[in-house]
């Protein structure tokens, strides 16, 4: 069955980085754009960036464009989110999904708070 | 970027009635909506897709419709299991944009 496990959350001070993966498994991750989306507590979805199957293109929303970068490693399976200057405003469960007509699978979130 | 407006913010509804949501698009997103159903702590999970086709396994008692800039979800009778947020989404233009979110609770 489809698969994607968020991991790398944690508590991180304003302007460090941290460093976000999903590990996709029960389908052929090569062929799907992926997506991260973030919830801040209490608040409504965002959606944060996009990758091609090939990784050859990325969007990514105003609010963490020149700051956050996502990448994929096709020969492990792998979706990233490299977070830098990090702000409070970022905190939030952060969800990788895979596209399928829409956001079809979504993974369980990893948590990450920006705090000094 | 599109702005996506749900209403209402709450819908009270008892067990067995029908639930209507609505989802406003700021421009016509074609038929490019998604509807998700996210209960606390757990992840979203989509339900409709292309403004009216059931994501897989999701059950008939869940339809949507609409295209442009209006669309709806129903829920023809609720069941226990149902209540929790609701979020439409468009999927026409970049950036992806999500509705605030419609909740649905008991009544």
């Known amino acids: 069955q489809v698969q994607v496990v968020e991991s790398g959350g944690g508590v991180v001070q304003p302007g460090r980085s941290l460093r976000l993966s999903c590990a996709a498994s029960?389908?052929?991750?090569?062929?799907?754009?992926m997506h991260w989306v973030r919830q801040a507590p209490g608040k409504g979805l965002k959606w944060v960036a996009v990758i091609s199957y090939d990784g050859s293109d990325k969007y990514y929303a105003d609010s963490v464009k020149g700051r956050f970068t996502i990448s994929r490693d096709n020969s492990k399976n792998t979706l990233s989110l490299q977070m830098d200057s990090l702000r409070p405003e970022d905190t939030a469960v952060y969800y990788c999904a895979r596209e399928s007509e829409a956001l079809q699978d979504w993974g369980q979130g990893t948590l990450v708070t920006v705090s000094s | 970027e599109i702005v996506m407006t749900q209403s209402p913010a709450t819908l009270s509804v008892s067990p067995g009635e029908r639930a209507t949501l609505s989802c406003r698009a700021g421009?016509?997103?074609?038929?490019?909506l998604a509807w998700y159903q996210q209960k606390p702590g757990q992840a979203p999970r989509l339900l409709i897709y292309a403004a009216s086709t059931r994501a897989t396994a999701i059950p008939a008692r869940f339809s949507g419709s609409g295209s442009g800039t209006e669309f709806t979800l129903t829920i023809s009778s609720l069941q226990s299991e149902d209540f929790a947020v609701y979020y439409c989404q468009q999927y026409n233009n970049w950036p992806w944009t999500f509705g605030q979110g419609t909740k649905v609770e008991i009544k």
């Open positions: 421009q016509s997103v074609s038929s490019k």
């Open positions: 029960g389908f052929t991750f090569s062929s799907y754009a």
